[in-house]
């Protein structure tokens, strides 16, 4: 089955890959179902890889996303927050909270 058909819709704009094999994380995918629609496999084959990483604390998908080289590329913002992005992020003065920061629990 291929992992786009995989997703579940969680809401208007909303989808979601659950974690699948070595995935580390889900896939959040904010678009509109026409968008969806119009993703291809390849797309979600990459969000899968990228979701694999070692690090990869969430995967994110929004409606600008596209092929890129070796992960899907977003014009607007990070696609794949990671511990690493995190630590670089600290050193120069920037500061990402992550869930666990903020009092949530994934």
């Given at each position: 089955?291929?992992?786009?058909?995989?997703?579940?819709?969680?809401?208007?704009?909303?989808?979601?890959?659950?974690?699948?094999?070595?995935?580390?994380?889900?896939?959040?995918?904010?678009?509109?179902?026409e968008l969806y629609e119009q993703t291809d496999?390849?797309?979600?084959?990459?969000?899968?890889?990228?979701?694999?990483?070692?690090?990869?604390?969430?995967?994110?998908?929004?409606?600008?996303?596209?092929?890129?080289?070796?992960?899907?590329?977003?014009?607007?913002?990070?696609?794949?927050?990671?511990?690493?992005?995190?630590?670089?992020?600290?050193?120069?003065?920037?500061?990402?909270?992550?869930?666990?920061?903020?009092?949530?629990?994934?």
């Amino acid at each position: 089955m291929s992992h786009k058909y995989r997703v579940e819709k969680v809401s208007d704009n909303h989808f979601v890959l659950p974690p699948i094999k070595e995935m580390k994380c889900q896939v959040d995918a904010f678009l509109s179902q026409e968008l969806y629609e119009q993703t291809d496999e390849a797309l979600w084959q990459q969000a899968v890889d990228s979701a694999s990483y070692d690090g990869a604390i969430g995967m994110y998908l929004m409606p600008d996303c596209h092929l890129g080289y070796g992960i899907p590329v977003v014009v607007h913002g990070f696609t794949l927050p990671n511990e690493v992005l995190r630590a670089l992020l600290r050193v120069g003065g920037w500061r990402i909270q992550s869930p666990e920061d903020m009092g949530h629990h994934l």
